[in-house]
């Protein structure tokens, strides 16, 4: 699992948007997301969240065991 959360975050003139659905997806690659921020349960290629009051949403990014390019895209 990467050591850092993945965040986005989501403004409209300056001011963060909440409650926005933002879909993460993994496009390249085998890797898997969750958004537990454990990393215990919930891990897929795709995830549907909202922002939070902040304007964020956050995943956690599990690398796959072969080599290669991942790219994920919110």
Same mark, same amino acid.
């Not at 990393?39 to 080599?67: M, N």
């Given at each position: 699992?990467?050591?850092?959360?993945?965040?986005?975050?989501?403004?409209?003139?300056?001011?963060?948007?909440?409650?926005?659905?933002?879909?993460?997806?993994?496009? *390249? !690659?085998?890797?898997? $997301?969750?958004?537990?921020?454990?990393? %215990?349960? &919930?891990?897929?290629?795709?995830? /549907?969240?909202?922002?939070?009051? *902040? !304007?964020?949403?956050? $995943?956690?990014?599990?690398?796959?065991? %072969?080599? &290669?390019?991942?790219?994920?895209? /919110?």
């Amino acid at each position: 699992m990467a050591p850092q959360p993945l965040v986005i975050q989501l403004t409209k003139n300056a001011a963060p948007m909440a409650n926005v659905p933002v879909t993460f997806a993994v496009t *390249d !690659g085998n890797g898997l $997301i969750t958004s537990d921020p454990t990393g %215990a349960t &919930g891990w897929a290629s795709t995830l /549907a969240l909202q922002t939070g009051s *902040d !304007g964020r949403a956050a $995943i956690r990014f599990k690398l796959p065991l %072969a080599e &290669g390019a991942n790219q994920i895209t /919110a």
